[in-house]
């Protein structure tokens, strides 16, 4: 059982910059990718980034590529999302999920999902 908890999201301007944060707690040593994902209003949930467990691999979106960048904190058990450049199409409810297979695959599976946290970007 992992649990997972989003923070960091909220109302920014466009060309603004947010820091996502996803917290696991559980058994968080089964854990290996990690993975954010969006979904926007009217619209199907999509990858946004993911993450290895040791980091070193990691893959974007294109539309994300350049302006997020994903990152982890294993003795934290923590796993971030720096957005930067951020414009009005990237409004979503943004989604953090873990993965517990030892093989890097960033659209998953993905058996464990945070509640997520609005990202609102004005224009």
């Known amino acids: 059982q992992v649990q997972l908890v989003e923070s960091g999201g909220g109302l920014v301007q466009a060309g603004g910059s947010l820091r996502l944060s996803c917290a696991a707690s559980g058994r968080t040593f089964n854990i290996y990718t990690m993975g954010w994902f969006r979904q926007a209003p009217g619209k199907e949930r999509e990858f946004v980034a993911a993450?290895?467990?040791?980091?070193?691999?990691?893959y974007y979106a294109d539309s994300v590529k350049g302006r997020f960048t994903i990152s982890r904190d294993n003795a934290k058990n923590t796993v971030y999302a720096q957005m930067n450049s951020l414009k009005a199409e990237d409004t979503a409810v943004y989604y953090c999920?873990?993965?517990?297979?030892?093989?890097?695959?960033?659209?998953?599976?993905?058996?464990?999902w945070g509640q997520g946290t609005q990202v609102t970007v004005s224009s």
């Open positions: 993450i290895s467990w040791s980091g070193e691999a990691t």
């Open positions: 999920a873990a993965g517990t297979t030892a093989a890097f695959r960033p659209y998953g599976p993905y058996p464990y």
